[in-house]
């Protein structure tokens, strides 16, 4: 077996389900968002690929200007119908106030919960219809193929939410969603624990062998790391070494450990012991949950010369001065210019191509080689005003 990462590409519209089709080949499976309520149509039998749903439970626990959506001022929708089959405590107290630890003192509650969350990921893309109210949809609520999705769900994830300082508790919470999810499980199931960190979790002396320890006795079938407002290409060494570690950790128990929201690091990763990770078409490297986001998020445009996105606009300047970093993808080669980088969906297919390629080239050439080019890149165009320190960090961590 090798040991190529596994890609789980996060679906965000229809045209990126457009771009997954095809391209079955270049990545391995779908993640989505549990409030995402974009595929009404037969998106499971067109991509037959394995896929994740993100229960997003931890959103219930943040304060609701996190929550509100900047245009309206008014929680979406979406969370609205996912609170009420998630059920009481969250049904209860959505757009009310943040659910706490105090909230789940009666058992029947964490047990509902955990029951709730893995059912709404056993059905939701063939019952995408109870997230809607409108007649529009009945046209899609008529044959329901819930034995195509029961054979695609890769795993269940039970439901979680993030520690902070004012709900001591949480991960030991989470630890018994876990607990319950692995007794709840049906057939040939399987259970990945979420393990979410705010990066502070790794300035504050925390122990991360006392985490793992935590997570590893409870024996999911698998872990997922989620690690908040963690940019691969922004962390200092010090929580580049952390997460290393928790994978070295985890992954000594023979389990898949993936990291949700990746880049290139991720993929790196792949070579000491993570299984796979998930990323947007050009976007999800990171999420920060705190984030207030306000109109469109900014184009961007990955250069896999250098493992990095740069703000479209800052592009052409960029491959007219170093046309060595010029991609040679189908979607770029043989381009009249520069204007094609306009178009959304071309730099989608462009980026998963680069990251299959990315992907690719590691496995066939190995670790010591990828380490050897992020230095000599960094050697060569440290002084050029490109932002890569990144890469001498990565290469340091894993050298
Ligand atoms: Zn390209």
């Known amino acids: 077996m090798d040991n190529k990462p ?53 959103i219930f626990a943040l304060d609701t200007k996190y929550v509100e959506d900047s245009t309206t001022g008014y929680p979406k929708e979406s969370l609205f119908n996912m609170s009420k089959i998630y059920g009481s405590p969250i049904s209860n107290l959505f757009n009310h106030r943040p659910i706490n630890c105090q909230d789940f003192r ?87 624990a979420v393990i979410p960190l705010n990066c502070s979790f790794f300035r504050n002396g925390n122990s991360i062998e006392k985490l793992c320890d935590d997570y590893l006795s409870i024996d999911p079938d698998g872990f997922f790391l989620f690690l908040n407002q963690f940019s691969e290409r922004n962390a200092s060494i010090e929580i580049l070494r952390a997460i290393i570690s928790m994978v070295k950790l985890l992954s000594s128990s023979k389990k898949p450990i993936f990291k949700l929201f990746g880049g290139y690091f991720s993929t790196l990763l792949s070579q000491i012991g993570l299984s796979g990770f998930t990323c947007g078409l050009g976007h999800g490297e990171s999420r ?67 990251r299959k390629e990315e992907i690719d080239r590691l496995s066939k050439f190995g670790l010591g080689k990828a380490v050897e080019d992020m230095e000599s890149i960094f050697a060569k165009y440290k002084n050029r005003g490109l932002g890569i320190d990144y890469l001498e960090r990565w290469s340091r961590v894993l050298s």
């Open 6 to 58: 596994a890609l789980f590409i996060k679906i965000s519209s229809h045209s990126d389900r457009n771009i997954l089709e095809a391209g079955k080949g270049l990545y391995d499976g779908i993640f989505l968002d549990a409030s995402f309520s974009g595929l009404s149509d037969n998106t499971l039998g067109i991509l037959k690929k394995k896929f994740i749903i993100e229960p997003k439970s931890y």
């Open 106 to 192: 009666n058992p029947n509650s964490i047990s509902g919960l955990t029951r709730n969350v893995l059912e709404f990921q056993r059905v939701k893309l063939s019952r995408q219809e109870l997230l809607f109210d409108d007649d529009y949809y009945d046209k899609y609520r008529d044959g329901p193929d819930e034995k195509l999705e029961k054979k695609l769900l890769f795993c269940l994830i039970p439901p979680y939410f993030f520690p902070n300082n004012h709900n001591n508790g949480i991960q030991g919470l989470n630890l018994q969603f876990v607990d319950l999810a692995m007794k709840e499980k049906k057939d040939d199931e399987k259970v990945f």
């Open 288 to 354: 920060n949950i705190f984030a207030i986001y306000k109109g469109s998020p900014p184009q961007l445009y990955y250069v896999p010369f250098l493992h990095k996105n740069f703000l479209l606009k800052e592009v052409p300047t960029i491959l007219r001065r170093f046309s060595e970093f010029e991609c040679r993808c189908p979607e770029c080669r043989d381009t009249d210019g520069l204007g094609f980088y306009d178009d959304e969906i071309r730099r989608k297919r462009h980026y998963l191509l680069a």
